[in-house]
Each structure stands twice: as C-alpha cells, then as structure tokens.
C-alpha cells in the first residue's frame, strides 16, 4: 500500500490535496502504528529517534533515521536496506545525517545519539538480541554512508 500510494500521496498532500492515494496511506500508517506497537517491532527505530532529539540540530523530519539504522541493526541484507533508501528518497524523507541538520557530525554528538538510544527504558531493548550503544553508532554510520552513496 505505501508502496503504491506513497509518492502520490506526498505530492497531494504538497499541494494541499486529499486524494485516494492519501486516504490508502493514512489507513495503512495507523494500522501500521498499532501493529508495530502491539508487537514491540518498534524497537530501535524509535529509540534512535528519541537518541537524536538530544541533539539540537536534529530538531526536524528525523523518524527515518531511525529505521533506516534498525534495519542494520537487524541484518537485513543490502538490496532491502538500499531499496527503503531508494523508497525514502522517491518519497523525500532524510536518508543522511545531513539530511537532519548533522552535516558534520562529531563523534561527542554520536555518542549522545547512541547512549540515548540505549538507556534501560529505551524499546531498543525489544530487539531480539541485545543492542549496545557502539552497534548505534555503527549502524549510524553505515547508513549515512549508503544514503550519501544513493544520493
């Protein structure tokens, strides 16, 4: 469904409109968001989100950043990462860490992103392995690199 609708649906959206490609997405996004919920499958994604409001800079668009590095996390194989990359980019969501206001990021500001991401509280702990803040940092890294390489 977000495959077929989403770059329409953007577009609609950019110009104000509601379409039946909007309505497809929004149904798809809340059956989504309770889903992932129920299940836990939110995991990093979020906890590297709540990492990066740490950081002022990032105070923008930043939900992708941490799926992208969940992915990574996780082992996915390199067509499916670069395929959301390639999907993120049709759809205009941030596939860098440029893209979220780090254009240049220290490894200080790293190291805040990933110790954030792993406190005890943090759903990254819902991973089915266990997650440190060093493998944040790396799938970080790895997915600036691919996004840079997509871009």
Do not use: Y
């Amino acid at each position: 469904m977000l495959r077929r609708h989403g770059v329409s649906a953007v577009h609609a959206v950019e110009n104000g409109a509601v379409t039946e490609s909007v309505e497809a997405v929004t149904e798809a996004n809340t059956l989504l968001s309770g889903l992932g919920f129920e299940s836990g499958g939110l995991a990093a994604a979020h906890s590297i989100h709540n990492g990066l409001t740490q950081l002022e800079a990032t105070h923008r668009e930043k939900v992708n950043i941490g799926t992208l590095p969940q992915l990574v996390l996780e082992g996915r194989d390199d067509e499916f990462v670069e395929d959301i990359i390639e999907f993120s980019l049709d759809i205009e969501l941030p596939v860098t860490l440029a893209d979220i206001g780090l254009d240049d990021p220290m490894e200080d500001q790293l190291d805040t992103v990933a110790e954030a991401a792993c406190v005890e509280e943090e759903t990254i702990h819902n991973e089915p392995f266990p997650v440190e803040p060093a493998m944040v940092w790396d799938a970080l890294l790895t997915v600036n690199g691919l996004g840079e390489r997509h871009k």
